[in-house]
């Protein structure tokens, strides 16, 4: 078993609605070794694929993307879920993002400034359930004409829909651990 399954068995909590509660490692207190055990896994996924940028979404994919950016040494871009004052719509790629555990639709952006066609992106998450923002980040980056070289998350859901759609909309996704179930408060995981 790997690092972060490991640390899910041990610190995670199952929620009722089915939400997997990881927020004293993973995404409110930070673990910093766990952070570089999952992107140590990324690296080693998608090296050699001459990534420029890392694109995440705030907030909770931040403190990985930034670790994967800053080992890499291209920068690290964040889609906003609110417009900046500073920024009009035409300055904008922007997409809309369902959230279906809050039943809300809202736009998501990116300045044009910060992603050019020769771009080569690797979107990473925190988690992958129902793919919506996973798949608005690679709209964002393929509005822009950039390429999407893959998507790296930290926990899948994998009885989930949104693995099956990014893998259907033709994008690599490598996650570190992947969830078959989260049924009567146990955690299973896919076959490593
Ligand atoms: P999606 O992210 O795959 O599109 O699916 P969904 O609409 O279901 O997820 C909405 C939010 O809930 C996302 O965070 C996602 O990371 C988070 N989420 C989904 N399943 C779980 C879970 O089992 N446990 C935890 N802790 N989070 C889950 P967000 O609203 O964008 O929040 P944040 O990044 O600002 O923290």
Known sequence: MGELNRRIVTDGQVFPGDVLKVDSFLNHQIDPEIMHEITGKWLEYFKDREITKILTIEASGIAPAIIVASTLGVPMLFAKKATPSTLTNHDLYTTPVHS?????????????????????????????????AALGLADLVEQSGAEVVGIGICIEKSYQPGRQKLDDAGYEVYSVSRIQSLANGRVEFLSE
């Open 100 to 132: 279906y555990t809050k039943n809300v639709t809202n736009e998501i952006l990116v300045s044009k400034k910060y992603l050019s066609p020769d771009d080569k992106v690797l979107i990473v998450d925190d988690f992958l359930a129902n793919g919506e």
